[in-house]
């Protein structure tokens, strides 16, 4: 263990405590899933469920995640119809 004295630029004077053999974190890595459409979401959601169900996964993080998902879900269903609604108003369909 090291020990360092640092003198801050306001004055301020602190002691800090390095350990020899600490490693730095591991950096973060992103998990990728597609899910352009409500059917990538699906899987995303049935492969999350497994993982919970199997203990990979706490329960509570699997829940938040499912959330997201679900508001993503939505999110598309609703750019869908809205696309399908132009698509009849600029065929006519609508009025």
Do not use: C, F
Request: overall charge negative.
């Amino acid at each position: 263990m090291k020990n360092s004295t640092d003198l801050h630029a306001d004055g301020w004077q602190g002691r800090v405590t390095v350990e020899d053999d600490v490693e730095p974190p591991m950096p973060k890595q992103y998990a990728r899933a597609k899910l352009a459409t409500s059917t990538d979401v699906s899987r995303e959601l049935a492969k999350l469920y497994r993982e919970a169900r199997s203990g990979r996964i706490d329960v509570a993080d699997a829940s938040r995640l499912a959330n997201m998902l679900s508001i993503l879900s939505r999110i598309l269903s609703d750019s869908e119809l809205e696309a399908r609604i132009e698509a009849l108003e600029q065929r006519g369909g609508l009025h």
